[in-house]
């Protein structure tokens, strides 16, 4: 089962220029769509003396969430071509912009579709690409009897995270890859007395 995704660590700019014409491309991590627009909506007002400001998101790790926008230039030249280069880092919870400062020469559409993939690949080689994994959350209740045996079980995974709170009996947030999540819940369920929260 495949519970990791490539995105990247911060934002990280490229620049190209093509016969005076400038590129300036921004990649942002995302989570969100509102999260996409409002970047989206600070650099048109940022860059407002630019020509066109394009643009394509990739959101969520199934990589299914996806929109381009090429912002006035001829249709498919320009957000196509930053989406491609998101598909081809494989990347998600990405946006990336291109600004354009006209230069004077028309590029035709093979030199924009040219010219916007390749910001769209400087901005991306410019960031940190990283793997994250795809993680569930399970929520445990238990007494403190059951402390030593829920302990071993979660040492066998290297991995798992959580938080506990301990008051007259026990709770625990745990996080764990989506791949381990099953295994995880079965052992913890063959403890006596440890109580899955569904949620």
């Given at each position: 089962?495949?519970?990791?995704?490539?995105?990247?660590?911060?934002?990280?700019?490229?620049?190209?220029?093509?016969?005076?014409?400038?590129?300036?491309s921004f990649i942002f991590?995302?989570?969100?769509?509102?999260?996409?627009?409002?970047?989206?909506?600070?650099?048109?007002?940022?860059?407002?003396?630019?020509?066109?400001?394009?643009?394509a998101y990739m959101i969520?790790?199934?990589?299914?969430?996806?929109?381009?926008?090429?912002?006035?230039?001829?249709?498919?030249?320009?957000?196509?071509?930053?989406?491609?280069?998101i598909n081809s880092f494989?990347?998600?919870?990405?946006?990336?912009?291109?600004?354009?400062?006209?230069?004077?020469?028309?590029?035709?559409?093979?030199?924009?579709?040219?010219?916007?993939?390749?910001?769209?690949?400087?901005?991306?080689?410019?960031?940190?690409?990283?793997?994250?994994?795809?993680?569930?959350?399970?929520?445990?209740?238990?007494?403190?009897?059951?402390?030593?045996?829920?302990?071993?079980?979660?040492?066998?995974?290297?991995?798992?995270?959580?938080?506990?709170?301990?008051?007259?009996?026990?709770?625990?947030?745990?996080?764990?890859?989506?791949?381990?999540?099953?295994?995880?819940?079965?052992?913890?369920?063959?403890?006596?007395?440890?109580?899955?929260?569904?949620?």
């Amino acid at each position: 089962m495949d519970d990791s995704y490539k995105t990247v660590s911060g934002p990280a700019e490229g620049y190209i220029n093509e016969k005076k014409s400038k590129f300036l491309s921004f990649i942002f991590p995302v989570n969100s769509v509102p999260e996409a627009m409002e970047i989206l909506d600070e650099y048109r007002k940022k860059y407002y003396n630019a020509r066109h400001v394009c643009w394509a998101y990739m959101i969520g790790w199934e990589r299914e969430e996806f929109r381009f926008n090429d912002d006035g230039e001829p249709s498919g030249t320009a957000g196509k071509p930053i989406l491609g280069q998101i598909n081809s880092f494989e990347l998600t919870d990405v946006l990336i912009l291109v600004v354009r400062y006209f230069g004077g020469t028309l590029l035709g559409t093979g030199g924009l579709i040219k010219a916007y993939k390749e910001a769209a690949a400087d901005a991306i080689n410019n960031a940190e690409i990283i793997t994250k994994t795809v993680d569930d959350i399970i929520e445990i209740d238990f007494e403190y009897i059951q402390l030593n045996d829920v302990m071993r079980v979660l040492k066998q995974f290297e991995e798992v995270q959580w938080t506990q709170d301990f008051k007259e009996s026990c709770s625990m947030k745990l996080r764990v890859r989506r791949s381990l999540s099953s295994q995880l819940t079965e052992m913890l369920i063959s403890i006596y007395g440890v109580k899955i929260n569904e949620k």
